[in-house]
């Protein structure tokens, strides 16, 4: 039964992940590029965790743990250099 | 347990960062520092030389793991006469940049130990990833050291040098992958024995990795075709810098000399002597395009690193052949080159220095200070990097030429090396009548340009001192190289010294 | 390490935020996944360190009065995310995007504490149809979008009510 | 010994002068003269023995493998060369002296000649081949110096360019030559070799190292077609032509042919190739010679002519004229050397050198007049001079030579040599003393004795030998053109009249024919101004600018200073190289069993397809496609997540983020836009070579996969636990097995920072600073610098972040992580804070100083190394402690721990380091001021605005 | 059938593709982005030297039962550090010389021909 | 594991991915910058959040003990999602110069800090 819903659960997130590539690809701003891609790192996360039932493993925690963060980190930088310029003042 | 072979790595790893750390505000104490760990770090070549020149293979099993899991050091006499070369070389480049060049920027001391650090790792390593990482090692070292004081074409031209290398990295890790992925293996003397074992199925991956390998030290050692980033990088590298550049070719050099007797030499079955093919041509390429250069240039700077292609040109035809004789010649003419080449950049800084505005362009300029006392420094230098007598660089040419005389391209490598010859002494002797002797009728004003003391000359004239000594003692040097040159023949010996086990967990 | 100002008591200098603290410990158990001795003990040690390091950048601690309230505030924001996510999820499918009401308010605020604001907004924006926007210059107002507002002055309403009410208990 | 020391004496001396010119212009000549005397002194003591035939030699070696040794022999030729070059160099000192002017640098000049004078020496002494390369090219380099030595006149630069370019260039086909001479006899001995003869002349390579052995001889001494060297050289100083350009450099040509004779000779090749060029060279040089208005080119021209004649005489290989060479040698170098002088004298004098501007000098300068008429007559060859002599034996020799079955050819040519140099010689002393007075604006008269004395000496010999040769040179002559013949010599006798020969027939014919030659001077002269002159210099000239421009047009067309065009090359020999390795050795496809792709890892790889080519299709908008990038890292850390790889998953992400960041911050400066490149062919270049190099890699990458291999991974795998006390074997390998490794990556980093450092430090002082006062940014920025959310939520994250760098870093023995990333997590966890509140405030509230983070770090890590040093174990080696802690238990200490805290801190300290300097930039070129408060907002502040109430 | 080799092998070759395409651009900041490209190329060809394998990460444990091959991670690791620090130098070098010299172009132009004067 | 659990799970898991594909899918729905921030802000986090529950439970059923790592994923979310959004609002405001007069007055002196300098520069340390 978890399988199935595991092959869901890829299937969806799959499919969402490639919406989030149509937005990167199509903008049209450059912030809706931005929010594609922070949103792709959540998915990315939700990916590796279905990962992580399907092999049963826990050792990708800490990549969706630093996923997680890293994924905050690079969108505040982004958006900082389009608010400031400078992303550390 | 003998530790010296680290040592080499260790003393400038461990002065570097104390310079970095405690005494990068005070200059005087940094010099001191350095120019003490330096002249330690000859001594202990010298010790090392010594241990090495009996023939024995010294090695050291870092962490103490069993040699083909390990990483292993070994010394055997090249390696132990590179480092002489590179510590004689970097102590005397270091004198020099202390007469002011070392205040231009931040940091320069502890780069420099560190690309003294890489370049004898390098020397060092029997291993083919962590030959990988030395180069890293000494070449970002050098593009800190290239673009010391800045200046706008230095730094353009310092890009182009990283971009360059930084592709040559890509490849080289491609090619140390494919190597591993049909030896899965790492330890030069382990693939010594791996290569020659090889699946026939295989051995296309296992060429096509070794041979972009050859392609990467070539870059090093700024080989046709891909020999372009070495006359703007050497021109507009810090002259004491360009000087220690002088040897990071060789490094080339020696990695090519290292791999492909060792590992893709006698023993490597189908894989045997691969290089060679490649690398005369390329070698009899370049020789001949430096010479043209070195007719060609417009800058003194310029026509030094055409010079310098040049010698690496005739260095790796000479190493191309393969055979003992033309190895040993190639090692003298490399000890010789690499000191020549070092003299003629520091010769190029006092010009600059002294030029002020019109710099090292070969353009009538009014006379400057000392102009004499340059003039003849350029014209020993300049006897050196041209072979001319009475200079080691006659001597290694007689080698070289007498060497290759039963090679079937001897007529082409002696009729391109003498005519290159002819063609360099043209163009060093326009430069030089031009910058020294015409000078003297150009009258006009020079913008006072920068002082520096004696300590500039008296490392070039300790530069010259040991070619000299490398000219007077040419028999015993060219013993010393012959033993060298039967040792890498044989790599038997290196192999079974490193494969051993004993003392190792 | 952080600037030292004399002023402060010792257990100041070795516990600037015992809460932050007990926080570490409780997460560094989190991370272990597992309880051990040595665990635990290290937990400690992390946890009375990292606040000493970090204090710099915590000039003025954040006083939480009542820990009750706080703890029912949680379970509502909570409740209400879920809710909220419905109910996006239905704008989201099942609206025209042509039929949404979309538009921007401005939230007048009483809070005072950065804390406390900080906590505003990020409530606000996680909770139905609303994301806040923009804090105005003076930080006295909010800017927040609503996905699907009827009515401005009753979203403001709403939110002040039911969560600037309680955040400003909980810190005041 | 004392033979090496002749040798060695003036190298060493060459020094003295330039010492001495700081005492006075004497104390200089002196010590130079003295130096010269001291080594003829050393020579006369041998020349007992050598007139007795014995042949003093000595040897030491110096490069026994190449057979390059240091040994010098002195027979009859030696000395008679070795003798000529210190005796006259005596006088040419003296004669120096006086000669050069108040402001030329006198002690460099003796320095030069010095040298010379000790190559030269070494020259006609050596006894090694290979030795007497050396000095060889150490005469062709002295001589430039010397010919250049008044650097400031453009003739004098060039001339000495053209000789060191004709002369090296010799030297180094002699170069050649010689090697291939010592294979052909089995040694580079002198003496031995010339033992060979019969092996030397059936050897193949005899031909070949004769040619390349003439063409050093030949250009040396200036025979033709080599000649037009000697003329330019006459730019040097006077003294200088005389010794070098007249008596001996110029005859060390004659000397290395005379010095082969025994071996070389008596061959076809080697008698037409002499005798030929003799002849030509002979002819040509005398002609020109007779309308050369300048004296010195004059002289340089009648050089060439007798130098010819030598090159004719050693060619003709009978015993006779070798003896006829011989004494030519002899008595040309007297004569010459005198009249070069008294050239000199007469420059001096009248400051003109042109004989049209001369003429009646006869009353003026008596003294020189009489040495001119004296020793020209000699270079006339009439009698009783020495130089009549030496041309009876020539034409003697060359009325019996036939070339090419032509019994008369030789004999005709030379006696027409003979003719014209009659002529010249005589319009020499009648163009110059006689005839009508021309107006000089100086007063001539003779010049101080020192000055005429030298040329004195040398005309009194050439009376001497002319009148008692049997007694003067008998003697020497006969060692010495034994050594040439190398023993057997036919009976002869020195002696002005040997009855009626047909040789003293053709030399009256000669004298008679030249007189009335130049009593038709005007005529014959209007005639050759008809006829064309090419003058060589001009081609040379012209040659070389061909040359210098086409190399140019190559190098410097092929070195544009285009990176795209190096890198185009660089990739295309990647190209070449892999396909020609792959193709040219056998391959078989692998077995190996492939892994089916679920879902979950197509979609990624149509993500990271989408997003490369996206890359490159935006990458004109940097921001854009370097966001683009990162999303690419993101996806490869997720491969990396799937297939097994934790650690690189981590590092992938945290490096990725880190250097995302680094290049935003870089971004700033930079433009923002690319604009599109213009021309289409780099283009697609680019797209064929990207596509090559994609395919080529990717097909490798897949050859590799889809094979099986055998690795010593096992053993890592065995050994991890046991041997390095972790479960992470990716770790353990990292900071054990291969720490080596990591020990280099680590120095790697801190190198990065330190350059990043050094070169942001360079932007913000000096020149670069002042053009960057006025700099803006290039997009308009928003308000508020330091959002209020921000700083409160990362305040809230900065400890729980740190607490996971922590984490990450304890467990990384066992579990995925480790030093390295926990460093990037705790970096970026600071990034964060710094990014929130600035950094300048951040670095306030945290006081920590990077360079020491580095440095510390690399010490650290190098001294768990030295550590195990001291334990006596290699470098590095790890060490498992396992300690028992109070209520804790048994903890596992590695060394590989305190291994890893060095790695932490570095990595750290590097990124920070990185990221300080370049916000630091960041805030001086925008000139902003460092915030006091973490956020820009502060709510209670403007608590007091009233407000007006909302309903 | 779609394997993970050969989805890796496709991987590598575009992102060598579109590496060595804006590594020939003119400008500095295409380079460098094409130089990170290349390092990820290269770090996965390197990876992938040690053969796909899924679900058996090298951490030593009682139930797993196969691991993948440990080397190629270390070395890869040891390359994405390098890589790390060499992209990071080139970027503000590249800087350095764009503030120096107002221009990003990757080329040099070359020095202007000298007139020699009397052939020196 | 009891298949109750198993259920729950696969409930959770479901339920969770199909958040996350309704936030994929709002942005593209939605019309503009500003709505379609609420669909990633709210679905995918809650939709994550599901699936890190999905996860914990999961472990807790195969090895019995309880993997709390998920929840500090969650934590993380639902700190940084808000903050994210907020920025991206920002940064679209700072982009976006014509919104500055469709957005309502602060109703204070000064306006929305996007575009107003607040006074806090000025009692502000040197340049160093």
């Known amino acids: 039964m978890i399988h199935y819903a595991l092959l869901f659960g890829f299937c969806a997130v799959c499919v969402s992940l490639l919406v989030n590539l149509w937005r990167v690809v199509l903008g049209p701003t450059l912030m809706d590029r931005v929010l594609a891609v922070d949103t792709m790192v959540i998915n990315a996360i939700a990916l590796i965790i279905l990962v992580g039932i399907y092999q049963s493993t826990t050792i990708y925690f800490e990549s969706a743990l630093l996923f997680a963060m890293f994924g905050f980190i690079s969108t505040v930088a982004f958006c900082r250099f389009v608010l400031r310029g400078d992303v550390i003042e | 347990m003998s530790h010296w072979i680290i040592l080499p790595i260790l003393l400038p790893a461990i002065t570097a960062p104390l310079l970095a750390l405690a005494v990068r505000h005070d200059i005087v104490l940094a010099r001191t520092f350095s120019l003490a760990s330096s002249l330690l770090m000859l001594m202990l070549a010298l010790f090392l030389l010594s241990q090495a020149s009996d023939g024995t293979i010294l090695k050291y099993h870092l962490g103490n793991w069993p040699a083909p899991f390990g990483i292993v050091l070994a010394l055997d006499r090249l390696s132990a006469m590179m480092l002489l070369l590179n510590a004689l070389l970097g102590l005397l480049v270091l004198l020099y940049a202390m007469g002011g060049w070392d205040k231009r920027g931040l940091h320069f001391h502890p780069m420099f130990q560190f690309l003294l650090m890489g370049i004898n790792g390098a020397f060092l390593t029997g291993d083919l990833f962590n030959l990988f990482v030395f180069f890293e090692v000494l070449l970002i070292a050098s593009y800190g050291l290239m673009v010391h004081g800045g200046g706008a074409l230095r730094l353009r031209s310092g890009v182009q040098y990283v971009v360059i290398n930084l592709i040559g990295s890509s490849i080289f890790l491609i090619a140390v992958g494919l190597i591993y992925s049909v030896t899965g293996t790492l330890n030069m003397a382990d693939l010594a024995l791996k290569v020659a074992a090889v699946q026939p199925g295989d051995q296309a991956l296992l060429h096509t990795g070794a041979l972009l390998l050859l392609l990467v030290f070539c870059i090093k050692a700024a080989l046709v075709p891909v020999q372009f980033w070495l006359p703007a990088t050497y021109a507009n590298a810090p002259a004491p810098i360009a000087a220690l550049f002088a040897i990071m070719t060789k490094v080339g050099a020696y990695a090519i000399i290292r791999v492909y007797t060792l590992i893709f030499g006698a023993s490597a079955g189908a894989e045997s002597w691969i290089a060679g093919s490649w690398l005369v041509p390329a070698a009899l390429v370049t020789l001949a395009l430096g010479a043209m250069g070195v007719l060609a240039a417009r800058s003194l700077g310029q026509l030094v690193s055409f010079a310098v292609i040049m010698s690496m040109g005739t260095l790796l035809t000479a190493v191309g052949l393969f055979t003992p004789q033309s190895m040993s010649a190639a090692l003298y003419y490399l000890l010789h080159s690499t000191l020549a080449a070092g003299a003629m950049f520091l010769v190029v800084d006092l010009v600059v220095q002294r030029r002020a505005q019109h710099g090292d362009l070969l353009q009538p300029a009014p006379s400057f200070a000392q102009i004499s006392l340059i003039g003849g420094c350029f014209f020993v230098a300049a006897i050196a990097m041209t072979g001319m007598p009475p200079l080691s660089g006659f001597i290694a040419k007689l080698q070289i030429l007498n060497s290759v005389r039963h090679a079937d391209a001897a007529v082409w490598i002696w009729a391109l090396l003498l005519t290159g010859s002819l063609l360099s002494i043209l163009g060093f002797a326009r430069a030089g009548s031009l910058l020294f002797w015409k000078s003297t009728a150009v009258n006009g004003e020079l913008k006072p340009g920068r002082r520096s003391g004696t300590l500039p000359l008296v490392a070039l004239g300790l530069v010259f001192g040991s070619l000299l000594l490398l000219t007077i003692f040419a028999g015993p040097v060219n013993h010393y190289l012959e033993q060298t040159a039967a040792q890498l023949f044989a790599p038997q010996g290196y192999i079974d010294a490193v494969l051993a086990t004993e003392g190792v967990r | 390490m952080s600037a030292a100002k004399d002023n402060r008591t010792l257990a100041q200098r070795w516990l600037p935020h015992p809460l932050m603290t007990l926080a570490m410990v409780v997460l560094w158990m989190f991370l272990q996944n597992s309880f051990t001795i040595d665990g635990l003990i290290m937990g400690l040690l992390l946890g009375v360190l990292i606040p000493i390091i970090t204090s710099g950048f915590w000039p003025d601690r954040p006083a939480i009065r009542s820990h009750r309230k706080a703890l029912s505030f949680l379970m509502l924001v909570a409740w209400d995310v879920v809710v909220s996510n419905i109910v996006v999820a239905r704008l989201i499918l099942f609206r025209r995007a042509s039929t949404l009401r979309t538009r921007w308010v401005s939230v007048p605020l009483e809070l005072e504490s950065p804390e406390a604001i900080a906590l505003l907004s990020s409530t606000i924006t996680m909770t139905p149809g609303t994301v806040s926007a923009d804090i105005s210059a003076d930080g006295r107002n909010l800017l927040v979008h609503c996905l699907d507002a009827p009515d401005a002055e009753d979203a403001v309403l709403q939110m002040k009510r039911r969560y600037e009410a309680r955040i400003k208990e909980i810190f005041q | 010994m004392n033979l090496a020391l002749i040798v060695i004496l003036p190298f060493l001396g060459a020094v003295l002068p330039s010492l001495m010119i700081r005492v006075g212009r004497n104390a200089s000549a002196i010590a130079t003269a003295s130096i010269t005397l001291l080594t003829l002194a050393l020579l006369l003591t041998h020349v007992p023995a050598v007139l007795r035939g014995e042949i003093p030699a000595i040897s030491w070696q110096w490069l026994p493998a190449l057979g390059l040794n240091v040994s010098f022999y002195l027979d009859g030729l030696g000395l008679l060369f070795a003798g000529l070059i210190l005796g006259i160099g005596l006088l040419i000192t003296i004669y120096a002296r006086f000669y050069l002017a108040k402001k030329d640098p006198m002690g460099t000049f003796y320095s030069y000649l010095l040298l010379f004078q000790g190559a030269m020496v070494g020259i006609v002494l050596s006894d090694n081949i290979l030795l007497l390369l050396i000095f060889w090219e150490l005469t062709s380099l002295s001589s430039f110096l010397l010919i250049g030595y008044w650097r400031h006149l453009p003739e004098g630069r060039q001339g000495a360019r053209m000789a060191l370019v004709v002369t090296g260039g010799g030297g180094l086909a002699l170069i050649a030559g010689m090697l291939l001479l010592g294979q052909a006899a089995g040694s580079y001995e002198l003496q031995q070799i010339l033992q060979q003869r019969e092996l030397i002349q059936s050897s193949p390579l005899y031909l070949p190292a004769l040619l390349l052995i003439l063409i050093g001889c030949f250009t040396k001494s200036a025979q033709f077609p080599f000649h037009f060297w000697l003329p330019h050289a006459m730019a040097a100083p006077t003294p200088v032509s005389a010794y070098l350009h007249s008596a001996t450099m110029v005859k060390a040509g004659v000397f290395l042919m005379a010095r082969l004779w025994p071996v070389m000779s008596g061959t076809d090749a080697w008698f037409y190739l002499l005798v030929t060029t003799g002849l030509v060279t002979m002819v040509i040089g005398s002609f020109i010679a007779l309308f050369k208005d300048d004296l010195k080119g004059l002289l340089a021209f009648s050089t060439v002519s007798h130098l010819g004649l030598m090159t004719l005489l050693l060619g003709l290989s009978t015993p006779m004229a070798a003896v006829a060479a011989v004494f030519h040698i002899l008595n040309h170098a007297t004569f010459k050397a005198s009249l070069f002088m008294n050239a000199g004298i007469i420059d001096h004098e009248t400051g003109t050198r042109d004989i049209k501007r001369l003429g009646g000098l006869l009353m003026l300068m008596p003294i020189s007049a009489t040495l001119a008429m004296v020793t020209a007559a000699s270079m006339a060859g009439l009698a009783p001079f020495n130089g009549f002599l030496s041309k009876e034996l020539m034409l003697e020799a060359a009325f019996h030579a036939e070339w090419a079955g032509n019994p008369w050819l030789i004999a005709l040519l030379a006696t027409f040599a003979a003719l014209l140099s009659v002529a010249y010689s005589f319009r020499y002393i009648v163009h110059v003393f006689f005839g009508r007075r021309r107006d000089l604006d100086s007063h001539p008269h003779d010049p101080p004795a020192g000055m005429w004395l030298p040329p004195a000496l040398l005309a009194l010999l050439v009376v001497l030998i002319g009148l008692f040769p049997e007694t003067m040179a008998g003697q020497l002559v006969r060692v010495a053109a034994g050594a040439v013949t190398g023993g057997q010599l036919p009976e002869f006798h020195l002696a002005l009249w040997h009855g009626l020969t047909p040789a003293l027939g053709l030399s009256l014919l000669a004298t008679i024919g030249g007189l009335l030659l130049l009593a038709n001077y005007a005529r014959v002269r209007h005639w050759w101004q008809a006829g064309p002159h090419p003058e060589a210099k001009i081609l040379f000239d012209g040659g070389q600018q061909l040359l210098i421009t086409g190399c140019q047009r190559l190098v410097m067309g092929i070195h544009n200073g285009s990176l795209q065009r190096y890198i185009a090359a660089l990739l295309a020999a990647a190209l070449v190289l892999g396909v020609a390795a792959f193709f040219s050795s056998n391959y078989s496809s692998g077995q190996r069993p492939l892994l089916p792709a679920g879902p979950a890892m197509v979609v990624p790889w149509l993500l990271l397809i989408g997003c490369t080519l996206a890359a490159v299709v935006f990458h004109r908008q940097r921001f854009v496609s370097l966001m683009i990038i990162g999303v690419n890292g993101l996806i490869v850390s997720l491969g990396f997540v799937y297939l097994s790889a934790p650690d690189l998953a981590l590092t992938q992400i945290s ?107 360079g932007a913000l002082r000096g020149r670069i600073h002042k053009s960057l006062e006025n700099w803006q940014a290039d997009e308009p920025t928003s308000a508020d610098r330091h959002p209020l959310i921000m700083v409160v939520a990362t305040r809230l994250m900065l400890p729980m972040a740190l607490m996971v760098g922590a984490y990450i870093f304890l467990r990384g023995h066992n579990m995925p992580g480790g030093g390295f990333i926990a460093g990037l997590v705790v970096s970026i966890a600071l990034i964060m804070q710094y990014m929130a509140s600035g950094f300048g405030w951040a670095a306030r509230q945290v006081k920590v100083d990077y360079h020491a983070m580095i440095g510390i770090g690399v010490l650290i890590a190098a001294a768990t190394g030295i550590a195990s040093m001291v334990l006596d174990h290699p470098f590095l080696t790890s060490k498992t402690e396992y300690v028992a802690l109070p209520l804790i238990g048994k903890v596992g200490l590695a060394s590989a721990m305190a291994f890893d805290t060095g790695v932490f801190l570095t990595v750290v300290g590097a990124v920070m380091l990185a990221l300080a300097a370049l916000s630091r930039m960041g805030h001086r070129l925008a000139h902003l001021p460092v915030n006091r408060r973490p956020m820009d907002i502060n709510p209670r502040a403007s608590n007091a605005t009233p407000r007006q109430e909302k309903r | 059938m779609l394997t993970m080799e050969l989805l890796v092998a496709t991987t590598i070759g575009t992102l060598t593709t579109a590496a060595i395409y804006l590594l020939q651009r003119a400008r500095t900041f295409p380079v460098i982005l094409g130089l990170a490209l290349l390092s990820y190329a290269t770090n996965v060809f390197l990876f992938a030297m040690g053969r796909l394998t899924i679900n058996a990460p090298p951490l030593i444990s009682a139930d797993a039962s196969r691991y993948t091959d440990p080397l190629p991670q270390a070395l890869v690791l040891t390359a994405i550090v390098i890589s790390f620090g060499m992209t990071a130098v080139i970027v503000v070098m590249a800087l350095r010389a764009w503030l120096e010299s107002g221009n990003d172009h990757v080329d040099l132009e070359s020095q202007p021909n000298i007139d020699e004067g009397d052939g020196e | 594991m009891n298949p109750l659990l198993e259920l729950l799970v696969s409930l959770l898991i479901v339920l969770g991915s199909i958040f996350v594909l309704v936030g994929s899918v709002g942005l593209i729905k939605l019309p503009d910058l500003m709505s379609r921030l609420h669909a990633p802000t709210k679905a995918t986090t809650l939709g994550l959040g599901g699936v890190l529950l999905a996860s914990m439970l999961y472990f807790l059923g195969t090895s019995g003990e309880l993997s709390i790592h998920e929840l500090l994923i969650t934590l993380f979310l639902f700190i940084t999602a808000p903050v994210t959004a907020h920025f991206i609002a920002k940064a679209h405001m700072h982009k976006q110069q014509q919104l500055r007069k469709q957005l309502p007055p602060t109703g204070s002196g000064k306006g929305w800090s996007t575009y107003d300098q607040p006074d806090q520069e000025a009692d502000d340390g040197s340049n160093n």
């Open chain 4, 655 to 761: 490096v990725e983020v880190v250097t995302v960041i680094l290049m935003l911050l870089a971004l700033y400066f930079l433009p923002k836009q690319t604009p599109r490149a213009a021309s289409i062919l780099p283009r697609m270049r680019g797209v064929v070579l990207a596509l090559g190099g994609g395919i080529g890699v990717g097909a490798l990458s897949w050859a590799v996969m889809t094979r099986d291999f055998s690795t010593l991974s096992g053993y890592y795998l065995e050994q991890a636990k046991p041997g390095g006390g972790g479960n992470n074997v990716v770790n353990v390998i990292l900071v054990d097995f291969r720490g080596f490794d990591t020990f280099g990556e680590i120095i790697v980093l801190g190198i990065a920072a330190l350059a990043i450092v050094a070169l942001l430090d």
